[in-house]
């Protein structure tokens, strides 16, 4: 009987260890701190849907532009052109501290960058 | 609601309904029309004016710089959009020996056909190949699998795979231009991304002696169009009946 409690407790122990670890080093709340772009205009569509459907927004630049041979995209924002390096890259130049950041932190990885290019960061003081 | 009332608003909406179909045709129909009038892109290479400058590359290395195309050393991880081959080989079926004795030193340059009924795009099993209303057979990368039927489909050798990650073989990187990966089958596409900018390909810019005329055959006032009406052309291999849309003048 003992032996069953004992194995139950290390069991649990084991269960919530990673939960005792963020609390310990003070990460429950933790939300990735992302570097937004120092204002050069607005992004393609809205902050708050961009957060939930960017990649549908790609998913849909990616077939208009390669599939419809449609260049630009028009939302109320502007006028864009369709390019993952060119355009969302341009202004998010930070991807190690933008989309990789968040990316990290929801376990995900968009398999774009083995063909895609990434911009080098221009030095910042 | 009396009955006058009701009649009343179900004409307004009857008429309403009516408006919108109505409208919705119209603008059906004019994006219609913008789609018909589409270009032809072909393509005439002159065997004498490229002949003129032995050993220039300059159309396959500026094709190859600004499509981020890898080179190897081991030949049979090669990947090209456009090459040269001797003509004995590109023309294996021009049998007349006078000629291919005459031509015997000739290098051809080679590159995609755009067929206008093209093999590969018909064995694609994801639709990543597909030709586009101007005639380019294009390639839609994210939906390649690799599984290489195109290019057993092709019978010009256009279409290349990637044996191995091609990124750390590319010299000198464009990055307007995304590099292909690892399992993905490759293929010129007629500078497709300069053409919706209004510039013509690059290896016909590049050319110094002029050898590759480039244009739209439904514009009868074109280049290309004006140079196949006078001139003696050859098309690799028309028995087979893909229609290529790459000519070869002498």
Same mark, same amino acid.
């Given at each position: 009987?003992?032996?069953?409690?004992?194995?139950? &407790?290390?069991?649990?122990? &084991?269960?919530?260890?990673?939960?005792?670890?963020?609390?310990?080093?003070?990460?429950?709340?933790? &939300?990735?701190?992302?570097?937004?772009?120092?204002?050069?205009?607005?992004?393609?569509?809205?902050?708050?849907?961009?957060?939930?459907?960017?990649?549908?927004?790609?998913?849909?630049?990616?077939?208009?532009?390669?599939?419809?041979?449609?260049?630009?995209?028009?939302?109320?924002?502007?006028?864009?052109?369709?390019?993952?390096?060119?355009?969302?890259?341009?202004?998010?130049?930070?991807?190690?501290?933008?989309?990789?950041?968040?990316?990290?932190?929801?376990? &995900?990885?968009?398999?774009?960058?083995?063909?895609?290019?990434?911009?080098?960061?221009?030095?910042?003081? | 609601?009396?009955?006058?009332?009701?009649?009343?608003?179900?004409?307004?909406?009857?008429?309403?309904?009516?408006?919108?179909?109505?409208? +919705?045709?119209?603008?059906?129909?004019?994006?219609?029309?913008?789609?018909?009038?589409?270009?032809?892109?072909?393509?005439?290479?002159?065997?004498?004016?490229?002949?003129?400058?032995?050993?220039?590359?300059? %159309?396959? /290395?500026?094709?190859?710089?600004?499509?981020?195309?890898?080179?190897? /050393?081991?030949?049979?991880?090669?990947?090209?959009?456009?090459?040269?081959?001797? !003509?004995?080989?590109?023309?294996?079926?021009?049998?007349?020996?006078?000629?291919?004795?005459?031509?015997?030193?000739?290098?051809?340059?080679?590159?995609? +056909?755009?067929?206008?009924?093209?093999?590969?795009? $018909?064995? %694609?099993?994801?639709?990543?190949?597909?030709?586009?209303?101007?005639?380019?057979?294009?390639?839609?990368?994210? @939906?390649?699998?690799?599984?290489? !039927?195109?290019?057993?489909? %092709?019978? !010009?050798?256009?279409?290349?795979?990637?044996?191995?990650?091609?990124?750390?073989?590319?010299?000198?990187?464009? $990055?307007?231009?995304?590099?292909?990966? $690892?399992?993905?089958?490759?293929?010129?596409?007629?500078?497709?991304?300069?053409?919706?900018?209004?510039?013509?390909?690059?290896?016909? /810019?590049?050319?110094?002696?002029?050898?590759?005329?480039?244009?739209?055959? +439904?514009?009868? /006032?074109?280049?290309?169009?004006?140079?196949? @009406?006078? @001139?003696?052309?050859?098309?690799?291999?028309? !028995?087979?009946?893909?229609?290529?849309?790459?000519?070869?003048?002498?």
């Amino acid at each position: 009987m003992v032996k069953i409690i004992i194995g139950l &407790i290390c069991l649990l122990i &084991i269960l919530f260890s990673p939960v005792g670890y963020n609390v310990i080093t003070g990460r429950t709340g933790y &939300i990735p701190l992302l570097k937004t772009p120092q204002y050069q205009g607005d992004c393609v569509e809205g902050t708050i849907y961009m957060r939930k459907r960017h990649m549908e927004v790609l998913e849909r630049w990616r077939n208009a532009y390669v599939r419809d041979g449609i260049k630009r995209y028009v939302s109320i924002n502007g006028i864009y052109n369709i390019s993952l390096t060119g355009t969302c890259l341009k202004c998010h130049s930070n991807k190690a501290e933008f989309c990789d950041r968040c990316h990290d932190y929801g376990g &995900i990885k968009p398999g774009c960058w083995d063909c895609h290019h990434i911009p080098e960061i221009k030095a910042e003081k | 609601m009396n009955r006058r009332d009701f009649l009343k608003f179900a004409g307004v909406l009857a008429f309403g309904i009516a408006a919108h179909q109505s409208v +919705n045709l119209i603008s059906q129909s004019r994006a219609r029309d913008e789609k018909k009038s589409t270009k032809a892109w072909a393509m005439a290479i002159s065997f004498s004016a490229c002949a003129r400058r032995e050993g220039c590359r300059d %159309c396959i /290395d500026i094709c190859h710089l600004i499509h981020n195309v890898p080179e190897f /050393d081991n030949p049979k991880d090669g990947l090209r959009w456009i090459w040269a081959s001797p !003509y004995e080989s590109v023309f294996a079926d021009q049998t007349n020996p006078f000629n291919r004795g005459m031509l015997k030193n000739l290098s051809v340059l080679c590159l995609c +056909n755009h067929c206008d009924n093209p093999p590969c795009v $018909k064995v %694609c099993p994801t639709k990543a190949t597909w030709k586009r209303e101007d005639g380019i057979v294009m390639m839609d990368y994210h @939906r390649c699998i690799g599984c290489r !039927y195109c290019m057993a489909a %092709c019978p !010009y050798g256009a279409r290349s795979f990637n044996w191995r990650d091609p990124r750390p073989f590319i010299k000198n990187i464009n $990055k307007d231009y995304p590099n292909r990966m $690892k399992g993905v089958v490759e293929k010129c596409n007629f500078c497709e991304e300069r053409l919706s900018q209004g510039l013509i390909p690059a290896c016909v /810019d590049i050319c110094p002696e002029k050898a590759l005329i480039f244009g739209d055959l +439904n514009d009868p /006032d074109s280049e290309v169009s004006k140079v196949l @009406r006078a @001139r003696f052309s050859i098309q690799r291999r028309p !028995y087979l009946a893909t229609g290529p849309r790459v000519f070869y003048i002498f």
